[in-house]
């Protein structure tokens, strides 16, 4: 009884970021049913330039136009391209040439093109290699991890899992990689066709997904911000909503390049 009144509680708290996050994968459904390639580009890049956006702030950079044109072309370069984290190498090497050259603008402008810039090429990549099949299966860890470590951490939690981020807790981690990598396991398998290297994909995932999590926090931390943005209602920015699936996109490739089926990954 007490158990159950405590979950009432959890949702009549956060009623807002259940709205949002309902209306979130309503739209997820639409656009991955719909599989159309130019559609999921285009909403993937509109994420992109809000994530750019947001990183300025965390990066205690001045936004300049610079940015959204140089991201626009490289994520146009990506969907002509069957490597797209490519776009994104060539965007950094350009911008660390003018850097060396000019000694006009300082290093840290780098960052925005490596996160979140990077993962999103990641992501397009995932969906490049298995259709809707992969984000399917990324978003599916993604969301069972970070909702098992959310309700773990609030119904079992009592160890703090780091200091960057003090009200996440070992149970709560524990709890959300034993959600993401058993969901995942299952998924994976359409992908391995092995369900024990579908639990190692899964894992490996699961646990990309909490330090996505972590690294968003710390970000937001040194930057003393409490949320990357407002686009949002109860979840924030861009960047809150998608720091676990930012690295478990990069993980998800590292770890399939290693399976014989899929070793000719392109970049």
């Not at 978003?139 to 899992?161: E, Q, R």
């Not at 994976?188 to 926090?217: K, M, N, Q």
């Not at 960047?239 to 970049?267: C, G, H, K, Q």
Request: hydrophobic share 50%.
């Amino acid at each position: 009884m007490k158990s159950t009144d405590g979950i009432k509680k959890l949702f009549s708290a956060d009623k807002q970021r259940y709205i949002t996050g309902a209306i979130l994968i309503a739209a997820l459904v639409g656009i991955l049913f719909i599989n159309s390639k130019p559609l999921i580009w285009f909403v993937l890049g509109a994420l992109l330039l809000l994530s750019v956006r947001e990183s300025l702030a965390l990066y205690t950079l001045e936004s300049s136009l610079h940015f959204y044109i140089w991201t626009a072309l490289l994520w146009i370069g990506a969907y002509f391209t069957k490597a797209p984290l490519y776009c994104g190498l060539i965007t950094l090497i350009i911008y660390a040439s003018y850097i060396a050259y000019s000694k006009k603008l300082p290093l840290k402008i780098l960052l925005p093109f490596l996160y979140p810039t990077l993962p999103f090429l990641c992501i397009w990549s995932v969906y490049g290699l298995l259709d809707r099949l992969g984000i399917i299966c990324l978003i599916a860890v993604v969301v069972c991890t970070d909702t098992g470590a959310y309700f773990g951490g609030k119904l079992f939690g009592k160890t703090p899992f780091s200091p960057t981020s003090p009200k996440k807790t070992i149970e709560g981690v524990i709890v959300g990689l034993t959600c993401g990598t058993a969901i995942g396991a299952i998924l994976y398998t359409g992908i391995t066709h092995s369900f024990p290297l579908a639990a190692i994909v899964a894992f490996v995932v699961a646990l990309a997904c909490v330090f996505g999590d972590l690294f968003e926090s710390y970000l937001k931390r040194e930057a003393n911000l409490k949320d990357s943005g407002t686009i949002f209602p109860g979840h924030g920015g861009v960047l809150d909503r998608l720091d676990a699936t930012l690295f478990a996109a990069v993980a998800m490739l590292f770890i399939l390049s290693f399976l014989p089926l899929y070793s000719e990954i392109a970049l």
